[in-house]
Nanobody, 126 residues
Framework: QVHLVEAGGGLVQAGGSLRLSCAASGRFFNFNAMGWYRQAPGNEREREFV?????????FYAESVKGRFAISGDNAKHTLDLQMDSLKPEDTAMYYC??????????????????WGQGTQVTVSS
């Protein structure tokens, strides 16, 4: 099994930066089919794709974060990182790390089948 633990969330003012890390252990080989997702607070329960590696290793970003966020993998530490710059209040959400159980479509897990971390909270104030 793949075990994922997120860290790095916190409070930041609009325009600020945060760096999230996802520590992977267990049955881990590479960062292919791994990525970051987020879920905003309140009644909007949908978990949306943020950034991730396709099964081929190609990187994909959600249009809403393109140019502001950057995903990377540290092979030595087995961590999947997300550098978030120019943060906006609408970026406020629980951020989750995931490893897809199957194929990806533009970096997103097919059928939303994945191993998930517990999440780390990001709050951006205006």
């Amino acid at each position: 099994q793949v075990h994922l633990v997120e860290a790095g969330g916190g409070l930041v003012q609009a325009g600020g930066s945060l760096r999230l890390s996802c520590a992977a252990s267990g049955r881990f080989f590479n960062f292919n089919a791994m990525g970051w997702y987020r879920q905003a607070p309140g009644n909007e329960r949908e978990r949306e794709f943020v950034a991730g590696f396709a099964s081929s290793g190609s990187i994909f970003y959600a249009e809403s974060v393109k140019g502001r966020f950057a995903i990377s993998g540290d092979n030595a530490k087995h961590t999947l990182d997300l550098q978030m710059d120019s943060l906006k209040p609408e970026d406020t959400a629980m951020y989750y790390c995931a490893k897809c159980r199957g194929p990806t479509v533009r970096g997103v897990c097919a059928a939303d089948a994945a191993y998930w971390g517990q999440g780390t909270q990001v709050t951006v104030s205006s």
